[in-house]
Nanobody
């Protein structure tokens, strides 16, 4: 049973930075990508950033140039460096892993508890 544990969230002022971490415990097979998602109150969960085993990245338009995803394959850990944060980045941030192919990202695991990011104006 794989568990995903997110950490690093908090309260930050607009323009500030946070670094999120997600550690996957347990055996991970047949996946080639890890990603960060977020869900703001009253909104659907959305993909923020994704990184493949080979290092290819995808970013949502809303975070391009401000967020950077990275991973440590040996530790099954993915990071999200968030700079120039805006109030609209306020959300619960989740990570997950799965298979990325073309425009799809098929998730393999249950969601963790997420980590709250709150950006004040």
């Amino acid at each position: 049973q794989v568990q995903l544990v997110e950490s690093g969230g908090g309260l930050v002022q607009s323009g500030g930075s946070l670094r999120l971490s997600c550690a996957a415990s347990g055996s991970i097979f047949s996946i080639n990508a890890m990603g960060w998602f977020r869900q703001a109150p009253g909104k659907q969960r959305e993909l923020v950033a994704r990184i493949t085993d080979g290092g290819s990245t995808y970013y949502a338009d809303s975070v391009k140039g401000r967020f950077t995803i990275s991973r440590d394959n040996a530790k099954n850990t993915v990071y999200l460096q968030m700079n120039s944060l805006k109030p609209e980045d306020t959300a619960v941030y989740y990570c997950n892993a799965g298979v990325a192919a073309g425009g799809s990202f098929l998730l393999a695991f249950n969601w963790g508890q997420g980590t709250q990011v709150t950006v004040s104006s």
